[in-house]
């Protein structure tokens, strides 16, 4: 893969992201709406993107990948929810903050901006790579991060998300070989393919409704951002040279590790008031540093043999 592809997605989001900060300025999408179309890209459109994967052809190579993806999703994300939260205990830092920086660090967007630009730059097989992502992410965060913010404890209700549900009747249709009759394959794809521009809209609005100089003023974040951001997608390298997957799938694990700050974590920060100025703040930053950390990251990568 070429860095001018990877510039050129990267462009391509950032125009998307520029319409909803542009809508967000004027009024045309305010907070509450934003919060609303949140929750349809969550809670409807993702599952129509899952099961747009339907239609493709998957052998026993790819359910390979698939988990071996699932294995190295679950050792980045939860090796890295282990070691913050031991770090920051030792370091006797209070428990809302431990909560709140554990979430940051641990969790990528692999969703709202994860999906979009791995479909765009590696086909319809991205999803498959997402529905490893999105099967580690939920089980840790809904697991153990959501009882963190909580105080509460993980019930089987919380994690019997739509996302998740559609996840397991993909793979159920992928294994047996089933797929949608034509029309219906249509109507679901092209409700699913919805997810990209509005997902990164969303973006756009929620970085419209915060002063982006106060989020540079911060210093707090900065460390949250550089391991998030960069540490933990060296670190991804380094995992994936060692694991037999083909230099495409390698690609498409790590840009979703790769991801920014995942907004779930600010969601629920405000939710129970666990720093959410905070949470605010570095996922806003994640995101913007993105666009030069990805490019970053994948260089780094394919200077690797095992990458290209």
């Not at 047996?176 to 521009?197: C, D, K, R, Y």
């Not at 960069?230 to 083909?246: A, K, W, Y």
């Amino acid at each position: 893969m070429s860095m001018t592809q990877i510039l050129q997605q990267i462009l391509i989001i950032f125009c998307y992201v520029t319409v909803g900060f542009a809508s967000g300025k004027l009024g045309i999408i305010n907070s509450e709406q934003r919060m609303f179309l949140s929750k349809l890209c969550s809670s409807l459109l993702l599952p129509f993107t899952v099961l747009s994967a339907a239609g493709m052809s998957v052998g026993p190579a790819e359910f390979m990948n698939l988990g071996i993806a699932l294995v190295l999703d679950f050792l980045v994300l939860g090796g890295t929810m282990g070691i913050s939260l031991l770090y920051f205990k030792l370091t006797h830092k209070d428990e809302k903050l431990r909560t709140a920086l554990t979430g940051l660090i641990t969790f990528p967007n692999c969703t709202f901006l994860g999906l979009p630009l791995c479909m765009a730059l590696f086909g319809q097989i991205a999803v498959l790579y997402n529905c490893a992502a999105l099967i580690a992410f939920n089980v840790l965060f809904f697991t153990v991060q959501l009882p963190l913010f909580t105080g509460g404890r993980f019930t089987l209700k919380s994690i019997l998300t739509p996302p998740t549900i559609a996840t397991a009747a993909l793979l159920v249709m992928l294994g047996t070989g089933l797929h949608w009759p034509a029309p219906l394959q249509t109507v679901i794809s092209s409700i699913g393919s919805m997810i990209t521009p509005l997902s990164l809209i969303i973006i756009g609005v929620m970085l419209s409704e915060n002063d982006l100089a106060a989020i540079f003023r911060e210093k707090q974040i900065y460390p949250v951002v550089l391991i998030r951001n960069f540490l933990i997608p060296v670190i991804t390298i380094l995992l994936l040279t060692l694991f037999p997957l083909d230099p495409m799938a390698k690609l498409c694990c790590l840009v979703y590790i790769a991801c920014p700050c995942a907004t779930l974590t600010t969601i629920y920060s405000i939710q129970t008031d666990t720093k959410p100025e905070l949470c605010a703040r570095s996922v806003l930053l994640s995101t913007i540093l993105f666009s030069v950390s990805l490019p970053a990251t994948v260089a780094l990568a394919q200077c690797f043999p095992s990458f290209r």
